[in-house]
Every structure is written in C-alpha cells, then in structure tokens.
C-alpha cells in the first residue's frame, strides 16, 4: 500500500469517526470557551504593573501550567465514553474493532494523528479568535495580525508535538497504563511551569508573544516542524508496536 493510499484511506476514517462523535465537538467548544476566560484572566494579570511580585510569580508559574497541561489535550475529544477510558478500555477496543475488517495499522494510526490535526486547528480558532479580539477590546493586545497568526501557530505545533505522545500511549497501551501515564506526566508539567518562571521571569505565554514579534513566522515554522518530526517518529513507533500489541489480553 502506497503512502497515498495509506493517507487517502486515514482521512476517510478520520472524517467518519468525526461524524459519529460530532456531539463531543460541542462539548471540546464549550470547554475551550472557559480556557478563553482563563487566559485573559491571567494574560490581564500578568500585565498589571502594580501586582506584588509573589502574586506575580504565583500567577505567572499557574499560567504556565495551564498552559503547559491544557494547549496538549485541545485534539483530544471530550465525552463520556472518551473520559471513561480507564475503565472500558475503548481504544484497546476501537483498534480490535477496526482491525477485524481490511483495515492496515498504518491507516488506524494516520487517521488517529489526522483526526487530532483537524480538532487541534478546528480549537485553535474556537479559543485564538475570541482571545484576541476582548485583549484587543481592552488594548492589551501588543501584537499585529500577523503575529497574532504565527503566536496562534507556535501553539498549534506545541499541541500536535505534546499530543504525538499522548497518542503513542492512547494506541501503544491499554487504557490503565495510558491513565497513569496522563497522571505521572503532571508533575512534570507543574516542574516546567515552575522552571520557565525561574528562566524567563514572567509566564511563557507572555515571552512567546515577545519571540514571534522577534522571530515572526520562523518561529511557528520551526515549532510545526518539530511537531512533524514528532508525529512521524510516533507513527513509525506505533506501525511496530501495534503487530506485536495483544488486543484481546
């Protein structure tokens, strides 16, 4: 099978698996609507001149874990059955679903990181447009629209990189190993939060908006490259893993 055909047939499954979850596209909205609140509420903390400098840290180490914790699950779907996870095993189950019918893993895999991509870029607006627009409202928004695009990018690429992990463990493992590993992974958020306070001074989010005004559109391009590398080498993983992974134990 031609890595076209491979591609070809992983969008198709993609966009069916979208049309039998679409429910659960309300609720990624709805929840990314309330990240919106969160990240003008702290973006608009961070920028007041007047705040003491242990709620300024304070603040500042919060937003980075925020943002270091919630950016990664924005191409993941939310939904009861989705959540449940640990203890129905659904993934273990979709992946023996599918390959009971003429299904390559390639393709399984493929349409897992297309899928992901769509509902990355589809949450990327729900939350960059709205964001952008009451920061501009309130005149705290120090970026022109071109920025605003490469600064919307970077965490795009920062979604897709962290998220080609989360799905290596989401297909490579069953769904209890996958619960602990999405549980162990926060301490180490909660460690870089505090990390890149100690590094940069103020929140990452704030620094990032100051590197695209810097850097402009190289730097999303050098993020969604590295992103894509990631997604490559996961895939390669998984195409491995998933001859050998026992669906059925």
Request: aromatic content about 18%.
């Amino acid at each position: 099978m031609t890595n076209i055909s491979v591609l070809r047939d992983a969008w198709w499954l993609a966009r069916r698996d979208f049309g039998n979850h679409w429910l659960s596209l309300i609720w990624n909205t709805m929840f990314n609507l309330y990240v919106v609140f969160m990240l003008i509420s702290l973006t608009y903390s961070q920028q007041q001149d007047d705040m003491p400098g242990g709620a300024f840290m304070i603040n500042g180490v919060a937003m980075n874990f925020f943002v270091l914790a919630i950016v990664p699950i924005w191409g993941f779907p939310i939904s009861k059955a989705f959540i449940n996870y640990k203890k129905t095993d659904l993934y273990t189950k979709r992946i023996a679903y599918l390959k009971t019918m003429p299904i390559a893993n390639q393709v399984i895999i493929w349409s897992r990181f297309i899928q992901t991509a769509m509902l990355v870029f589809a949450m990327a607006l729900v939350v960059f447009i709205p964001y952008f627009t009451i920061l501009d409202y309130l005149g705290k928004l120090p970026l022109s629209f071109l920025e605003c695009v490469s600064f919307a990018l970077v965490w795009v690429g920062f979604s897709l990189l962290v998220g080609s992990l989360y799905i290596s463990w989401e297909l490579g493992v069953p769904g209890k190993v996958y619960f602990v590993r999405c549980l162990l992974i926060m301490p180490f958020f909660a460690i870089g939060a505090f990390l890149f306070w100690w590094w940069l001074g103020q929140s990452l989010w704030l620094v990032m908006m100051e590197w695209v005004q810097d850097f402009l559109i190289l730097l999303p391009i050098g993020v969604l490259l590295i992103s894509l590398l990631a997604i490559v080498t996961a895939a390669a993983w998984l195409d491995r893993k998933l001859v050998k992974r026992d669906l059925y134990g």
